[in-house]
């Protein structure tokens, strides 16, 4: 590991420099890892993982609602028989195994995959959901195999794009349980394989807790509700669409967040006007101090259980998927996101050079 200075906080990170993807296939060479899951994550994992060279099979079921992935597993090149299997199938193959399945679907099948589990496995997660919260899932792993983790800190989109334009993406990583007393080789190895761009150590608990609390806040939630409020307020006063959603997302996504990922918000503020500077770094306290029990509370909430309960609760419903369909529907058609639509279509496209 390497000791890093995050902020006047030193942390052991790990980097393909010193670990390199020649060590992780050493380590794997005689593993066989399955993905149980074709979604996001299992198809962005997987690829990457044969990629670099790794033994990986798929476990996707073929029939109805699953179809979709086994179908796109196929598209991507993984042979049914060969590489591709029914899920259970595939798992009894795997001395590795990638549990990639949705939280709620972890909890459903985990009796038939627990069946599969032979002394010495290792069990592989991208969340500590199941882990943490066993009371509510019911995933207990005996004690006779190795239970890591490795959390890509982007969706399977991300993971997969980063390791194709050679970047990576940045994962944490955990050990819960060591039988072997090879578990922590595995986990680097595997999110070396998988494409990390450095890997940082963490628990199962601070992942669930910190990933939850993410996704919920200024990652999805709180940025979603953020630009609607604002979007709004600029309608209310008579904007057009079109001003009010590039004042709310466009200038963010296309200007200054690419300036803040380059080198920092404070050199993001430094490339703005003063008048800008000024007014962001007198409301940016304001803003702070409004959403800071906000956050508070989601944290207890997350810490309590309450909001893996909700997920496991709803995801269970029979008409799950589509509710969750209408409200994205819903979202995807609200004014300021139509406008959003629009705003694409007039970007500007690069032109090829002319010869």
Request: aromatic share 8%; charged share 30%.
């Given at each position: ?41 299992g198809q962005a994992q997987s690829l990457n993982m044969r990629d670099n060279g790794v033994k990986v099979i798929i476990g996707q079921e073929k029939e109805g609602v699953f ?49 599969t589990l032979k002394a010495g496995d290792a069990l592989y997660f991208s969340h500590g959901f199941s882990i943490v919260y066993k009371e509510q899932t019911g995933v207990i ?20 794009r980063n390791f194709v334009d050679g970047s990576g993406i940045n994962c944490s990583f955990a050990v819960h349980q060591d039988a072997t007393g090879k578990a922590m080789d ?170």
């Amino acid at each position: 590991m390497v000791k890093m200075d995050f902020g006047g906080v030193k942390e052991d990170v790990i980097t393909r420099k010193e670990f390199t993807v020649a060590q992780a296939q050493k380590i794997l060479k005689d593993e066989v890892v399955v993905s149980l899951g074709y979604g996001i994550q299992g198809q962005a994992q997987s690829l990457n993982m044969r990629d670099n060279g790794v033994k990986v099979i798929i476990g996707q079921e073929k029939e109805g609602v699953f179809k979709k992935e086994w179908d796109k597993a196929v598209a991507d090149g993984w042979k049914p028989g060969e590489n591709l299997f029914p899920m259970e199938e595939a798992a009894k193959k795997g001395t590795i195994k990638m549990y990639l399945l949705t939280d709620s679907a972890q909890k459903a099948v985990w009796p038939k995959i627990k069946a599969t589990l032979k002394a010495g496995d290792a069990l592989y997660f991208s969340h500590g959901f199941s882990i943490v919260y066993k009371e509510q899932t019911g995933v207990i792993p005996p004690k006779d195999i190795d239970v890591i983790l490795v959390a890509p800190k982007g969706s399977g989109t991300s993971v997969r794009r980063n390791f194709v334009d050679g970047s990576g993406i940045n994962c944490s990583f955990a050990v819960h349980q060591d039988a072997t007393g090879k578990a922590m080789d595995r986990a680097k190895a595997l999110g070396i394989a998988i494409g990390a761009g450095y890997l940082f150590p963490t628990t199962f608990e601070k992942e669930v807790y910190s990933d939850l609390t993410g996704e919920r806040g200024t990652l999805m939630g709180a940025l979603a509700g953020i630009l609607e409020a604002q979007y709004n307020t600029l309608r209310a006063h008579g904007h057009s669409p079109s001003e009010a959603f590039n004042e709310s997302v466009e200038e963010l996504t296309q200007s200054l967040i690419r300036l803040v990922d380059e080198n920092g918000m404070d050199w993001m503020y430094c490339n703005c006007s003063e008048t800008a500077r000024i007014g962001a770094l007198r409301w940016r306290p304001r803003f702070r101090e409004a959403t800071q029990p906000v956050f508070d509370s989601l944290y207890e909430l997350v810490a309590a259980g309450e909001e893996t309960r909700i997920v496991l609760e709803k995801s269970k419903a029979p008409d799950y998927r589509q509710k969750l369909a209408d409200e994205l529907t819903e979202m995807g058609n609200s004014e300021m996101w139509r406008a959003g639509k629009t705003v694409r279509e007039l970007r500007p496209r690069k032109q090829k050079k002319q010869e």
